[in-house]
């Protein structure tokens, strides 16, 4: 199917992309620790992965009229950078000891040292997108929308903690509680933001990225949902009903595509490559 063949050419690319961003950063490096370092966030960003947030970056582009491809794929691996940088702090909070089939950073490194390697790939995907092939008129906005993107992830990420806190104190959590926290760790930050930071780079308006978000939103919960559906969270974690929330992530996923289709101003072909995409969701 062209979906699968324009997703896998996609996910090369963007592999091959980073491969090529952390040569670059480990050759540059002068001292022999701090190349060991790269080496570390090499290994660990290049370990079989979806790649969805970079590919959305490039699809956000795309919607918005962009038409260079080779700069928008050297420039979508800023959110693969930023992501690795939340999942070895997210494994650290959670005290993961595996990730993408291999060990977690701070199982190996300890906690501490993963902590700050996280920072460093943190800044590394600022570098990434500040430096990307665009005008300074498109990287200083969309830096700006990864900046309140990952603030909103963080208060995402506060909020859920919160919520286990009262799991564990014996108080029952409700829907509303839930679904503010998946929007607000995981909508924006995975599919909603990585679509708009590409639409910006392209150029697009206030009034653009509002059509994005308007599907992207739903969508962005039912990713979570679906997540949290196979790891068991929704009823062994919340306590929460596990048939309605299968029902609300079939719902939210009709809702976005139809939504996505009734768009006049996306180009038909990326509207059916997202169409596909959220159909893989189900």
């Given at each position: 199917m062209?979906?699968?063949?324009d997703?896998?050419?996609l996910q090369?690319?963007?592999?091959?992309e980073?491969?090529?961003f952390f040569n670059?950063?480990?050759?540059e490096?002068?001292?022999?620790?701090?190349?060991?370092?790269l080496?570390?966030?090499r290994e660990y960003?290049?370990?079989p992965?979806?790649?969805?947030?970079a590919?959305l970056?490039?699809?956000g582009?795309?919607l918005?009229?962009g038409?260079d491809?080779?700069?928008?794929?050297?420039a979508?691996?800023f959110?693969?950078?930023?992501h690795n940088?939340?999942l070895?702090?997210?494994?650290?909070?959670?005290?993961?000891?595996m990730?993408?089939?291999?060990?977690?950073l701070h199982s190996?490194?300890?906690?501490d040292?993963?902590?700050?390697?996280?920072?460093?790939?943190?800044a590394?995907?600022?570098e990434?997108?500040?430096?990307?092939?665009?005008?300074?008129?498109?990287?200083?906005?969309?830096?700006?929308?990864?900046?309140?993107?990952?603030?909103?992830?963080?208060?995402?990420q506060?909020l859920d903690?919160?919520?286990?806190?009262?799991i564990?104190?014996?108080?029952?959590?409700?829907?509303?509680?839930?679904?503010?926290?998946?929007?607000k760790?995981?909508?924006?930050?995975?599919?909603?933001a990585?679509?708009?930071?590409?639409a910006?780079?392209?150029?697009?308006g206030?009034?653009?990225?509002?059509?994005?978000?308007?599907?992207?939103l739903?969508?962005?919960?039912?990713?979570?949902?679906?997540?949290?559906l196979?790891?068991?969270d929704i009823?062994?974690?919340?306590?929460?009903?596990?048939?309605?929330y299968?029902k609300?992530?079939?719902?939210?996923?009709?809702?976005?595509?139809?939504i996505?289709?009734?768009?006049?101003?996306?180009?038909?072909?990326?509207?059916?490559?997202?169409?596909?995409?959220?159909e893989?969701l189900k």
């Open positions: 062209p979906f699968f063949q997703l896998l050419s090369k690319g963007i592999n091959r980073v491969a090529r670059r950063k480990i050759k490096a002068t001292a022999a620790h701090e190349k060991e370092i080496g570390w966030l960003s290049l370990r992965a979806k790649r969805i947030r590919v970056v490039n699809y582009y795309f918005a009229g038409k491809k080779e700069a928008i794929l050297e979508s691996i959110i693969e950078l930023i940088y939340l070895i702090h997210d494994d650290i909070i959670d005290k993961d000891e990730r993408r089939g291999k060990k977690s190996v490194r300890g906690s040292v993963a902590i700050v390697v996280g920072d460093m790939a943190s590394l995907g600022y990434a997108l500040d430096s990307a092939a665009f005008p300074v008129k498109n990287r200083a906005p969309a830096l700006a929308k990864l900046n309140k993107v990952l603030y909103a992830t963080g208060y995402g506060i903690l919160f919520l286990r806190e009262k564990k104190s014996g108080k029952k959590v409700n829907d509303k509680e839930v679904l503010d926290v998946y929007k760790k995981t909508a924006f930050y995975t599919i909603v990585p679509l708009q930071i590409g910006i780079l392209a150029g697009a206030k009034n653009f990225l509002e059509k994005i978000e308007k599907f992207a739903p969508l962005g919960m039912a990713f979570q949902i679906k997540d949290d196979q790891d068991g009823d062994k974690i919340f306590g929460l009903d596990r048939l309605k299968q609300m992530q079939e719902k939210l996923i009709t809702v976005a595509q139809r996505l289709k009734e768009e006049r101003a996306f180009p038909q072909k990326e509207k059916e490559f997202l169409l596909n995409l959220a893989q």
